[in-house]
């Protein structure tokens, strides 16, 4: 899983970069995620909701959101020896096109979902499921209350026996900290099974 390549940044030496996903659908606190752990200010695209969209752009379960991920979010922090560089997708299915190119040299994802919306994480983690991609789903906890447990969330949304499911609040850095350590103890794992096939192509 390490990276073969040694960096240096800001005075703190690394094995090498480690690029993460931070992925999940339409209004799941991806943006938030990736802001609330990096340790440089993240680069964001966002472009405010606009009545041309109104009928694309569905504010079911979140009826407060004024903005939009329309290419990536950025971010990066340090956490067991590796710079990890955090690159937020854009959840409405008009910009999934980004994501083929975002996951260019990518090691592994982390799916956020909304229990509320649970319907729309399906798509994330089919997506990553048929490209072999390891990943880590986190229910994002809104207003700090999580209902359902990680195995009753394994259960609903049919996740492949071995992925993690957890619990974050975007809004908590240690939380978001505590999900990236599961992602990449979850890498080295992976790495360390010869069954695992990175390579397997979409159905």
Known sequence: MRPSDTARRGGTAVTGQVKVLVAGGFGVGKTTFVGTVSE????????DLSAI??????????????????AM???RITLAQDMV????TPGQERFWFMWDDLLTGARGAVVLVDVRRLERSFAAVDYFEHRGLPFV????AFHGQQPYTPAQLADALNITPGTPVLTVDA???TSVRDTLLKLLDHLIRQADTPTLNHGQEPR
Not at 40 to 47: A, H, Q
Not at 85 to 88: D, K
Not at 137 to 140: G, L
């Open 85 to 88: 560089m955090l690159f937020g």
């Open 137 to 140: 789903v986190a229910a994002n």
């Open 53 to 70: 969209g109104a009928d694309i752009d569905d504010l079911q379960g979140v009826p407060d959101k004024t903005a939009t991920t329309v």
């Open 73 to 75: 979010d950025f971010g």
């Open 40 to 47: 440089i200010k993240p680069l964001r695209t966002e472009e």
């Open 171 to 173: 809004r908590e850095k």
